[in-house]
């Protein structure tokens, strides 16, 4: 596994390059590289590593499945729920045409192999983490990556016409680096839990606690400095999770996780409505969206003409041209994440991923409760969730693939230490 854990290690850590230069090949490499970890993962894994492996992933799996095969479904010829595009267009060509839900098939392909390369980077990462050595590898990578990409802020920030940032890189760098405090703070209880329980020495924790409030401040200080109040306020929630875990822990009964866990994503919807109140008609996929007004009244034109089974995966971009009263080559190709997909999948599919996102925040939050030691795992996990939740209403930014890989490392590094290995 040691092949395995540094291809990860090294995917990661290239991360904010991959933020700057993301595109097609970029994806290929990415995409590769995953597959080549999984091929490798397959044969290398420990069969009692891979009993464990199996246990843990089998609920993801089956849930994961549920969106891909529906992209699958987008570009298969189904005439009944074809997308009037393409009855048009069979009636101005004169001859009949094999009609799908997807006005683009080549967009819907590539969003479908990127889906299953996240999904496939949240399997390796798992398997990796089953080990609690290989565990501690992924933290420090995640942390590094999300320091590094907080630096990247910081300096676009600071010299802004020397060393910017791309456009299209703004929203998901401050995304990553919304992740990354998460990320920080779960590395800094990690060395004090250490410490506590006799596993590391007094100049180890020096090391490493201040190494990780190092990569803390420096995410922190990117947010306050160049991020959105939704991207504060998405990052705080998401800290703040983790830290009930510990509160939790000590003075209160694990039977009152769901009420907390519950109580808590109500107070963040209450406030985030309370700071920008919903206008009067106005949909809640686009109500706190960050990009500029010509796309999100273009995304407010297209959610209200898809589809319910939507216009197809990644298709958004296509759409936008039709939509978009002014010609602005500046402005995003997205406007929010949740709006995105419920155009691209339809609001149906979209209100499902939310619902199951949610009960995935609170079996974390619960597991991390069960756990006596590296209980911070999972409930970096829930925290993450709950971030990128609240991240998909303000910015398009989880699509890109930077943002996708370090969540989707984040995520299988706290499904794999959710549970404990030690027999009962």
């Not at 009067?280 to 034109?301: D, H, N, Q």
Request: proline share 4%; aromatic share 6%; hydrophobic share 55%.
């Amino acid at each position: 596994m040691s092949k395995v854990r540094f291809i990860l290690v090294l995917l990661i850590c290239e991360s904010p390059a991959i933020l700057l230069w993301d595109g097609l090949i970029t994806q290929a490499l990415v995409t590769g590289a995953v597959a080549a970890a999984m091929l490798i993962t397959a044969r290398a894994l420990r069969p009692d590593e891979t009993k464990f492996f199996v246990s843990i992933i089998r609920p993801l799996a089956a849930t994961a499945a549920v969106p891909a095969l529906w992209m699958v479904m987008q570009v298969l010829p189904l005439r009944a729920l074809a997308h009037p595009m393409w009855k048009s267009a069979e009636t101005a060509l004169g001859h009949p045409l094999a009609g799908t839900i997807s006005i683009d098939l080549g967009a819907s392909v590539l969003a479908l192999g990127q889906y299953l390369s996240t999904i496939a980077a949240i399997f390796v990462s798992a398997a990796i983490a089953v080990d609690r050595r290989r565990a501690e590898w992924l933290l420090f990578a995640l942390s590094g990556a999300c320091t590094l990409i907080g630096l990247i802020v910081l300096i676009h920030i600071l010299f802004p016409s020397g060393a910017g940032l791309p456009l299209f890189a703004s929203a998901p760098a401050l995304d990553c680096v919304a992740i990354g405090t998460i990320i920080a703070s779960t590395a800094v209880i990690r060395a004090i839990e250490h410490y506590q329980t006799r596993r590391s020495s007094l100049p180890v924790l020096l090391r490493t606690s201040i190494a990780s409030c190092v990569a803390l401040v420096i995410c922190t200080l990117a947010l306050l400095l160049g991020g959105t109040y939704q991207a504060l306020i998405a990052a705080a929630c998401g800290c703040a999770t983790l830290a009930w875990v510990k509160v939790i822990r000590r003075l209160a009964p694990s039977g009152l996780s769901l009420t907390i866990v519950t109580a808590l994503i109500t107070a963040a919807a209450i406030f985030l409505t309370t700071v920008q109140p919903i206008e009067r008609g106005k949909t809640l996929l686009l109500a706190f969206a960050t990009s500029s007004s010509v796309t999100t009244a273009a995304a407010e034109r297209m959610l209200a003409d898809a589809p319910l089974v939507g216009t197809g995966a990644g298709t958004f971009a296509a759409l936008l041209p039709v939509y978009r009263e002014t010609i602005d080559d500046s402005s995003p190709v997205v406007a929010t994440t949740a709006a995105t997909m419920a155009i691209e999948l339809g609001a149906p599919m979209f209100w499902l991923i939310a619902a199951v996102t949610v009960l995935s925040i609170v079996v974390l939050f619960r597991a991390s409760l069960r756990r006596r030691r590296d209980s911070f795992y999972p409930a970096m996990g829930a925290g993450c969730l709950v971030t990128l939740l609240l991240l998909a209403f303000g910015n398009g930014g989880l699509f890109v693939t930077a943002t996708g890989l370090i969540a989707a490392v984040a995520l299988g590094l706290a499904l794999a230490q959710s549970k404990s290995r030690i027999v009962q």
